[in-house]
């Protein structure tokens, strides 16, 4: 049994949800205890709750206020939060291929250039690092990593793109991310993996959950081509290893 020793506090979102807020920074410390209530929330479900969302530090929760008003849940909420948490689920383990660099990486030899480094010595530091999945969002199968190396942080891009591939690995701040979909992002891209952590038809449709620990390995385009057509056919090529 874990205990959480910090109370969180509770902000109106609002007139039907509540943010359940344990700390204003991104902290591994503060998810787990996010992630440890809305377990909690889920096996002692409150009438009236729609839905929790969880974040990097605070959990979102959603409910109809005909059934149930904000002073009341806040009670519920916090009694949940200063109960005895059960140990979270066994730990997974994946190692998800990622091609760095040229076509794949736009920026890879910027943020070496920037880091005073070399491109090799970027990828290295990036391949060497253990991740722990702290959320999704943003878009479907979007990967929020903490553990990022301290020698890989640096802002994010001054200049915004509108667009970036489906696939990409990146860093902004203090994160490492797995992006899923095409979209917008001002982060710096690394590379790319075939690995789809969404798949609309696939069964499971979210690959990734928050609390799973992430690697990555270094692949050649050639490998990135091809795995990259399995994972269209439904193939999931990250390698569960524990």
């Known amino acids: 049994m874990v205990e959480i020793n910090t109370l969180p506090r509770l902000l ?12 204003r920074d991104i902290d591994d410390g503060a998810n787990r205890s996010v992630l440890s209530l ?34 009341s849940l806040s009670q519920r909420l916090l009694a949940l939060a200063r109960s005895p948490a059960e140990a979270s ?3 997974r383990r ?23 480094t070399t491109p090799d010595d970027i990828v290295a530091r990036h391949v060497a ?8 969002g943003f878009t479907p199968g979007w990967s929020y990593l903490s553990g990022l ?16 591939p489906a ?3 990146s860093i902004g701040g203090v994160q490492t991310g797995v992006q899923c979909l ?40 050639r490998s990135f081509a091809e795995q990259d057509r399995a994972a269209e056919a439904g193939k999931i090529i990250a390698e569960l290893v524990a």
Not at 41 to 69: C, F, K, M, N, W
Not at 129 to 136: D, K, T
């Open 167 to 169: 696939g990409t690995i």
């Open 12 to 23: 109106p979102s609002g007139d039907s949800a509540i943010t359940v807020e344990y700390s």
């Open 38 to 71: 809305d377990r909690a929330l889920a096996r002692a479900p409150i009438a009236g709750v729609i839905e929790a969302v969880p974040t990097y530090r605070s959990l979102l929760v959603h409910y109809d206020p005909v059934q149930i008003d904000y002073d």
């Open 129 to 136: 690092g253990n991740y722990r999945v702290a959320m999704i």
């Open 94 to 116: 994946w190692r998800i291929p990622v091609a760095y660099g040229g076509e794949h990486g736009a920026d890879l030899e910027d943020v070496a250039k920037s880091l005073n």
């Open 89 to 91: 689920p066994s730990t």
């Open 182 to 221: 095409a979209g917008p992002s001002g982060w710096h891209l690394l590379g790319r993996t075939p690995v789809r952590t969404y798949q609309l038809h696939r069964d499971p449709t979210f690959l990734l959950e928050p609390g799973d620990y992430v690697t990555f390995s270094q692949i050649d385009a």
């Open 149 to 164: 190396d301290k020698s890989l942080h640096m802002p994010r891009r001054q200049n915004p793109r509108l667009l970036t």
